[in-house]
């Protein structure tokens, strides 16, 4: 197996989950604290990497950080370089393709939060920074790991949007998806399914996670119940 | 402030003066959003709310403090527990005393005890019975209104604060609070529609209905028609 891949796509995923986290948690709480066209339209613009295809996304991403482009130069001017075809292009491109992965849990577990606790915390002179690092993300902390594990593994399994953005460059954007490809291509199934295994190994861990979430609230209640 | 919400169309003024003052009224007459509106909670259509010169909202030059930054404490009629803290933890909360802990651990310890909740603090909220948790929302509100670091007392918004709790508790409790609330100098707005609860409380009296106020005095004034009609359908039952 590619160890080189390996290593790349696990640094790719860990700085996209770090990165979108701290994108995520006030963008989710932002839409989730109220309603509006502006909202919507925000919650739409999250949301569409999941029905683009993956090709269309690393399309326009590949040209906006291109040198045709006020942004595209603008980055170049910033990082020296084109970002196309780079690690710092890529992880814009991850971010920007597990942004609804991240977002949508958190939305959820944030509209599920009663307003009764966040007025209830106003009410005792909380600021809303306080009100929301205090009770309402101790509150979604299930959102938050399912949040986490998403992107994450989103990030492990992503192709198109890196074939198109990254290209195939050892070390610097060769991911183990597209490792994988490689490997069928050369008629190496061998070491393609030791590949497809890990690849197998992160969604099923990442699943496992997720679907043992409830439970383990479940014996934290029945714990909290027994105090008693 | 005039402001409508549901079916009711709320259009009342009135003056806080004394320690402790009830806004009383049938269900649906709008105490409650009275006292949502002073919090911070409801934004009135037109109106102006001011406290101690401050002024917390005025419709004509578009002013509205945020909850957070007004002089008010508050709790509502559900507990509003937080889930992941014990109850120690939940009284703490908005205690303002930063720079004295040693003081508000005192006085979470003399509040535990006014609202007979000792041996409690460790608790978590899910395990906790519906009238324990009532009185530490209560309870919370009293030490984060105590102990803010302010040299104008917060006013203290109290809704429904001692519904459903057994009688004899319940006067204990309203008495002993009373008279700590007046010792600490925190005004009181509370909301009930018990009669027994304003007489017990001696308290000034707003009586509201239908969104408009019928009349503003002491309890025995105000609800004397009220306590009229009690005591003659009791007697009426005795008889």
Redesign the interface.
Same mark, same amino acid.
């Given at each position: 197996m590619d160890l080189e891949a390996l290593w790349l796509t696990l640094r790719l995923a860990a700085a996209t989950t770090a990165i979108l986290l701290l994108i995520a948690l006030p963008l989710a709480w932002w839409i989730a604290s109220g309603r509006g066209i502006t909202r919507a339209l925000t919650q739409a613009a999250v949301a569409l990497p999941l029905v683009l295809p993956p090709t269309v996304l690393g399309f326009y991403l590949l040209v906006a950080m291109g040198p045709l482009t006020a942004p595209g130069r603008l980055l170049i001017r910033i990082f020296g370089h084109p970002l196309a075809f780079s690690f710092e292009g890529l992880l814009i491109g991850s971010i920007i393709y597990s942004t609804p992965f991240a977002v949508q849990p958190l939305v959820a577990g944030f509209e599920a939060v009663d307003r009764g606790y966040v007025e209830a915390a106003a009410g005792l002179g909380a600021s809303p920074a306080r009100v929301f690092f205090s009770v309402v993300l101790p509150m979604a902390r299930s959102s938050l790991l399912t949040s986490a594990v998403l992107a994450f593994t989103h990030t492990v399994g992503e192709f198109g949007v890196v074939l198109m953005l990254g290209g195939n460059i050892p070390g610097a954007t060769r991911t183990l998806s597209i490792s994988l490809y490689d490997l069928v291509q050369d008629s190496n199934y061998a070491a393609a399914n030791r590949t497809a295994l890990v690849l197998m190994g992160f969604a099923l861990a990442a699943l496992v996670v997720i679907y043992l979430l409830p439970s383990v609230r479940r014996n934290q209640g029945r714990q909290a119940d027994l105090v008693r | 402030m005039k402001h409508r919400v549901g079916g009711v169309s709320l259009n009342v003024a009135f003056t806080l003066a004394q320690p402790w003052t009830v806004l009383f009224g049938p269900s649906g007459s709008g105490k409650t959003t009275v006292l949502r509106a002073i919090? *911070? &909670?409801v934004r009135p259509e037109e109106g102006r709310i001011v406290k101690h010169g401050d002024v917390l909202m005025d419709s004509t030059t578009g002013e509205f403090v945020?909850?957070?930054q007004r002089l008010? /404490? =508050? +709790?509502?009629q559900?507990a #509003?527990l &937080?889930?992941?803290q014990d109850v120690s933890s939940n009284l703490a909360? *908005?205690s *303002?005393w930063r720079s004295k802990p040693g003081d508000v651990a005192k006085i979470i310890q003399e509040v535990l005890s006014l609202f007979h909740l000792e041996g409690l603090g460790d /608790? /978590?909220p =899910?395990?906790l019975s519906g009238g324990e948790k009532q009185r530490i929302?209560v309870a /919370? +509100?009293v030490v =984060?209104a105590v102990t #803010?670091d302010h040299a104008k007392p917060p006013l203290l918004?109290l809704d429904e604060p001692f519904t459903g709790l057994d009688a004899a508790l319940r006067d204990d409790l309203l008495l002993g609070l009373r008279q700590r609330l007046e010792e600490w100098r925190i005004p009181v707005l509370s909301v009930t529609h018990a009669l027994g609860e304003a007489f017990q409380l001696d308290a000034e009296v707003i009586k509201i209905a239908d969104g408009r106020v019928i009349e503003q005095g002491p309890v025995t004034n105000v609800l004397a028609e009220e306590r009229e009609r009690l005591l003659t359908s009791l007697r009426v039952v005795k008889g």
């Open positions: - | 919090a *911070g &909670f945020p909850p957070h008010v /404490r =508050s +709790a509502a559900t #509003w &937080f889930p992941q909360y *908005g *303002g /608790r /978590r =899910s395990a929302a /919370r +509100a =984060s #803010w918004l």
